[in-house]
């Protein structure tokens, strides 16, 4: 007969493809029966802060909710920070642990209930009678709340025999609230007053974020721009909502050029559509100008910026199309503001040192991240590709450099958190979402060695479809730019130059240390290799400290 660990086992494959994990005492049950009674796949991570984090990469890459796993006690508690960059990024995943025993604790037990309750994730636990629609609630909980769940076995209910699974129609569908429609009086008035002041704006901005692409908004936001020749913008995690990027002025804040920045400051109409606006959104203030209206579409409960002077709730999707309705109905369509030719000046970025190098002789990151875009775009095989990003001042590369056809497809998990350490595990994730596309990693010396026990998850879970960038500077650069700089002792920012194309080497990878544009070729031949014939590629690329990026520099101007 089913234990209960199977009645779990057996309700979460009807609603998941995917679970991701560390095996222990905890949870052999439950992967017992995942294993036997379920086509779910099972992939090994080899931390289990990379169970969750791939789950969470997995879903941040297809929208597809997946599954982390871990033993109680440690195990557990190794899932902590990655538990919490879910809860703060809102990314709903199930995280099933094993726990203490229903007749209380053991000495090696925590109270994971209060510790999963910490970093804002709520647990559900199973009994004998009540497994699999305790599942179901998990899941639906998960999906609504946009959070991670943890669904708790005890070890003493975990192989206790629990009948038939209850058949599918006997449970409970999970089910996404409804999308907010602004069809209230007072919303379609505010969208009444929205469409007016865009039909009059003479230098209109539309910026948009993740919450746009959430809310399947990104041909409606296209057109919309379209019928008021307005300008676009996205946050870094909003990049590639607008289906055409010739007038896009590229991500608002520090990963923008300053040209194109200083463009948006111009807007008299801004409507931010699914963003936040954060501090780095925002440019710490900066973005707009006293002049601009801006107008923020959301669904959060409230605006979310002093700078905001309208605010509409509702869902991003309706209310862009309930304003091209009303505008179309004016026949308002108007030419951009400024020339295609004028916003790609203004999004130019810096190219970095000709040649490549930096006066120290090492590489220019600004250089090498050029190089690596244009090399990515130009074989169809990397063109198709997810990027994951660790945490760390490098990140600013990806961001300012490597273009994004959509924002499923470029994932910074760790960054709501302000955690570095969690790019190798991203990579499994992302792969088993993704199965077509090309996984690149862009990951620092730093958090690459704090991710290193799921350097061999990656390499063995996407092989041939499986690119990383190690941006190698031999230091915690970030903690170099932001105290070094100010004069604090720099022997604990300084790291000893590791060999990360050896270590990639020894779990079965090609390693290719980078010390000039031309070793970059290597990254060429690779891609014009079929993915099954070629392994999982490490570019360890040597670059400078010395190049601080833009935003790096921001935060140092705005700190001191
Ligand atoms: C888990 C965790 N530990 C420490 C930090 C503090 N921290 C932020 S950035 C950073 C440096 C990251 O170094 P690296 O990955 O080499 O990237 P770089 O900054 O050199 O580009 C550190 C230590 C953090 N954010 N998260």
Known sequence: MPTVSAHVALTLARHIDHVFGVMGNGNAHFLDALERSTDVTYTALRHEAGGVVAADAHFRASGRLAAATATYGAGFTNTLTALAEAVQAHVPLILVVGDEPTSGPRPWDVD??????????????????????????????????????????????????????????????????????????????????????????????????????????????????????????????????FPRGDFDLGVTGGFGADAAMELIGTADVAVVFGAGLNQFTMRFGQLFSPGTRVVQVDIAPAATHPHVGGFIRGDVRLVAAALIDRLTATGTARERWASAADVATARAQEPGAAGGLAPDGRLDPR??????????????????????????????????????????????????????????????????????????????????????????????????????????????????????????????????????????????????????????????????????????????????????????????????
């Open 112 to 241: 994971q209930i209060a510790l999963a309750s910490a970093v804002g994730a709520r647990t559900y636990t199973v009994g004998r009678a009540d497994a699999a629609a305790t599942t179901v609630i998990a899941i639906e909980h998960a999906l609504s709340y946009r959070v991670p769940t943890v669904l708790a076995i005890p070890y003493d209910v975990a192989k206790l025999d629990a009948g038939e699974v209850p058949d599918a129609a006997e449970l409970p569908a999970p089910h996404l609230p409804a999308p907010l429609s602004p069809s209230s009086p007072f919303a379609a008035a505010a969208v009444d007053e929205l469409a007016r002041t865009l039909a009059s704006a003479r230098r209109p901005v539309l910026l948009a974020g993740r919450g746009a692409w959430r809310a399947g908004a990104g041909e409606a936001l296209g057109a919309l721009a379209d019928a008021t020749g307005a300008l676009t913008a996205t946050t870094a995690l909003g990049r590639g909502v």
């Open 367 to 560: 250089s090498v991240a050029v190089r690596i875009g244009e090399l990515l775009e130009s074989d169809p095989s990397t063109r198709d590709r997810v990027v994951v990003s660790d945490g760390g001042h490098f990140i600013g590369w990806a961001n300012m450099y490597w273009p994004v056809a959509s924002p499923d497809r470029f994932m910074m998990v760790g960054t709501a958190y302000q955690s570095i350490g969690l790019g190798f595990p991203s990579v499994p994730g992302a792969a088993a979402a993704r199965p077509d596309a090309t996984v690149v990693l862009s990951t620092g010396d730093g958090g690459g060695l704090m991710a290193l026990a799921d350097l061999e998850s990656a390499v063995r879970v996407a092989g041939g479809r499986g690119l990383a960038v190690v941006w190698n500077d031999a230091a915690y650069g970030a903690e170099v730019n932001l105290y070094g700089l100010q004069g604090l002792a720099r022997g604990p920012m300084l790291i000893p130059e590791v060999d990360f194309a050896g270590l990639a080497a020894s779990v079965g990878a090609r390693g290719v240390v980078v010390r000039t544009l031309d070793d970059l070729d290597a990254l060429a031949e690779w891609a014009a290799t079929p993915a099954s014939d070629r392994p999982y590629l490490l570019l360890d690329c040597r670059i400078s400290g010395d190049v601080i990026a833009p935003y790096q520099q921001e935060i140092v101007r705005v700190n001191s």
